[in-house]
């Protein structure tokens, strides 16, 4: 591992320009911020204000499921529509509906007697938004910064800062302010968002730019513009399975979110308020933060030349986020494990983000995301809901002692694939389709004159040959 390792096949290229010299990647950096800072704040405020009405904890959980379940029906939906209309068309409007429904729940709890099914319902409709959001924001980075990692590392610094300072934010205005009052403080954070999206009209679309073939396929590229939505998905599946080391790590990670990231945080946040107190949790909680901002920091410098390895070996350290309630460490010792868990997480998240965005032909990426995001996301509220019963029948610890095992085992069948360890990095992202030697049948459509390719994307095809 290099921190300047941008030898391509065939010679040697400059370092991409930083992302602060886009004005395009300062205004998607203030808007993603933007709502980062919402979507912590929003958790916390919607807690609180259902636990006030009295709905008690179920309540919570209600209003918390009403929020997922469309994320998770629609998420895909959300990924063909980004390609078809562009990711800052889909974002600017999922944003100016969450703007509505915070302002709507502001009013509600301001006139008093507010119910759990409106609560529920206006929760429905931000998270629909937000499925139309998620999307695209893997296909805007490309578009607006040139040094696609490190404007990655800064996206990531900023959601861990957004982490840190939410809840406190939100917490903060309902002790002193009001509640009503943080909801129309979130709607101004989402308003803000789509400030700073609406200007990125002029982006390219995604359907402007065609979908090539898969290398060993018909090579040419194709014209999806009259393609229904049933075709698109296909198409967006079809990209997806085509390359082994993506699917290898998505499958592999739902496995991960079952075992792993679905009992560590609820039996590993009781084990700790249990160990150290709920302030002592709190300290552990901050130290974990501080640890993504580090390791967002380290995906600015460090420019592996496989970058799946590099974030694969970072996330071991993660692995002793479990082990350390389990085992019982000490405040100290807990502390530092938090930290350390935080950078490998952060810094893994880093080199696939960077990955997935500089290898995926921008023309179908936000369907390719919207696999990525449904396939890590699915299984990891069944992990949280099955953690509670298991550990009632064999033991917190020990339920985390078997998931901080199963992480060790799945990054070690990861670092196993040939497919993704062999994976290299790209500099610049992919114009046209990217190749794979297994791509399977190519979809039949009007095909259309391939554009001649820049010395750039000829050489990041090289690279990856």
Same mark, same amino acid.
Not at 108 to 126: E, T
């Given at each position: 591992?290099?921190?300047?390792?941008? /030898?391509?096949?065939?010679?040697?290229?400059?370092?991409?320009?930083?992302?602060? &010299?886009?004005?395009?990647?300062?205004?998607?950096?203030?808007?993603?911020?933007?709502?980062?800072?919402?979507?912590?704040?929003?958790?916390? *405020?919607?807690?609180?204000? #259902?636990?006030?009405?009295?709905?008690?904890?179920?309540?919570?959980?209600?209003?918390?499921? @009403?929020?997922?379940?469309?994320?998770?029906?629609?998420?895909?939906?959300?990924?063909?529509?980004?390609?078809?209309?562009?990711?800052?068309?889909?974002?600017?409007?999922?944003?100016?509906?969450? /703007?509505?429904?915070?302002?709507?729940?502001?009013?509600?709890?301001?006139?008093?007697?507010?119910?759990?099914?409106?609560?529920? %319902?206006?929760?429905?409709?931000?998270?629909?938004?937000?499925?139309?959001?998620?999307?695209?924001?893997? *296909?805007?980075?490309? &578009? #607006?910064?040139?040094?696609?990692?490190?404007?990655?590392?800064?996206?990531?610094?900023?959601?861990?800062? @957004?982490?840190?300072?939410?809840?406190?934010?939100?917490?903060?205005? /309902?002790?002193?302010?009001?509640?009503?009052?943080?909801?129309?403080?979130?709607?101004?954070?989402?308003?803000?968002?789509?400030?700073?999206?609406?200007?990125?009209?002029?982006?390219?679309?995604?359907?402007?730019?065609?979908?090539?073939?898969? $290398?060993?396929?018909?090579?040419?590229? #194709?014209? $999806?513009?009259?393609?229904?939505?049933?075709?698109?998905?296909?198409?967006?599946?079809?990209?997806?399975? *085509?390359?082994?080391?993506?699917?290898?790590?998505? *499958?592999?990670?739902?496995?991960?979110?079952?075992?792993?990231?679905?009992?560590?945080?609820?039996?590993?946040?009781?084990?700790?308020?249990?160990?150290?107190?709920?302030?002592?949790?709190?300290?552990?909680?901050?130290?974990?933060?501080?640890?993504? +901002?580090?390791?967002?920091?380290?995906?600015? &410098?460090?420019?592996?030349?496989?970058?799946?390895?590099?974030?694969?070996?970072?996330?071991?350290?993660?692995?002793?986020?479990?082990?350390?309630?389990?085992?019982?460490?000490?405040?100290?010792?807990?502390?530092?494990?938090?930290? #350390?868990?935080?950078?490998?997480?952060?810094?893994?998240?880093?080199?696939?983000?960077?990955?997935?965005?500089?290898?995926?032909?921008?023309?179908?990426?936000?369907?390719?995301?919207?696999?990525?995001?449904?396939?890590?996301?699915? /299984? +990891?509220?069944?992990?949280?809901?099955?953690?509670?019963?298991?550990?009632?029948?064999?033991?917190?610890? &020990?339920?985390?002692?078997?998931?901080?095992?199963?992480?060790?085992?799945?990054?070690? %069948?990861?670092?196993?694939?040939?497919?993704?360890?062999?994976?290299?990095?790209?500099?610049?992202?992919?114009?046209?389709?990217?190749?794979?030697?297994?791509?399977?049948?190519?979809?039949?459509?009007?095909?259309?004159?391939?554009? $001649?390719?820049?010395?750039?994307? $000829?050489?990041?095809?090289?690279?990856?040959?």
């Amino acid at each position: 591992m290099t921190t300047d390792d941008t /030898v391509a096949a065939g010679g040697t290229a400059a370092p991409p320009s930083s992302p602060w &010299r886009s004005p395009r990647f300062r205004l998607f950096f203030t808007a993603r911020s933007a709502s980062l800072l919402a979507d912590g704040m929003l958790m916390v *405020s919607v807690t609180t204000s #259902v636990l006030g009405a009295g709905f008690g904890a179920t309540g919570v959980g209600y209003a918390l499921a @009403a929020w997922m379940a469309p994320i998770v029906v629609l998420i895909l939906f959300g990924g063909v529509l980004a390609d078809r209309f562009t990711p800052q068309v889909m974002m600017v409007g999922a944003d100016a509906v969450r /703007v509505v429904t915070m302002l709507v729940m502001a009013a509600l709890f301001a006139g008093g007697g507010v119910r759990l099914w409106q609560i529920m %319902a206006l929760m429905g409709v931000s998270g629909a938004a937000t499925a139309m959001f998620q999307p695209g924001l893997a *296909s805007i980075v490309p &578009r #607006v910064a040139e040094d696609i990692q490190r404007a990655n590392a800064l996206l990531r610094i900023s959601e861990s800062m @957004a982490t840190l300072i939410g809840p406190g934010l939100a917490g903060f205005l /309902v002790a002193y302010w009001d509640l009503a009052g943080s909801f129309v403080v979130i709607a101004a954070a989402y308003a803000v968002s789509a400030g700073g999206l609406l200007p990125l009209r002029r982006l390219a679309a995604g359907g402007a730019e065609k979908s090539g073939e898969e $290398e060993g396929g018909a090579g040419g590229a #194709v014209d $999806e513009t009259d393609d229904p939505m049933w075709r698109r998905l296909a198409t967006g599946w079809h990209e997806f399975r *085509s390359r082994t080391w993506l699917w290898g790590v998505i *499958s592999l990670w739902a496995v991960y979110g079952l075992f792993v990231f679905g009992p560590s945080l609820p039996l590993g946040a009781a084990l700790l308020t249990e160990q150290h107190g709920a302030t002592g949790y709190g300290w552990i909680a901050s130290a974990d933060g501080l640890g993504t +901002i580090i390791g967002g920091l380290l995906g600015m &410098r460090v420019r592996p030349r496989r970058p799946l390895v590099a974030g694969v070996c970072a996330m071991f350290f993660f692995a002793l986020n479990p082990l350390a309630p389990a085992l019982g460490w000490n405040f100290t010792l807990t502390a530092v494990t938090g930290m #350390v868990a935080g950078c490998g997480f952060a810094f893994w998240g880093v080199m696939w983000a960077t990955s997935v965005q500089s290898h995926i032909p921008l023309a179908v990426l936000s369907r390719v995301s919207a696999y990525d995001i449904a396939g890590s996301i699915m /299984v +990891i509220p069944l992990g949280r809901a099955l953690a509670g019963p298991v550990a009632e029948s064999f033991g917190a610890d &020990r339920v985390l002692l078997f998931s901080s095992a199963v992480s060790f085992v799945l990054l070690g %069948a990861m670092l196993c694939v040939p497919a993704i360890r062999g994976l290299t990095r790209l500099d610049h992202p992919k114009r046209d389709a990217a190749a794979d030697p297994d791509p399977g049948p190519p979809p039949t459509r009007k095909p259309v004159r391939e554009p $001649e390719r820049g010395a750039d994307e $000829e050489a990041s095809a090289a690279a990856e040959a």
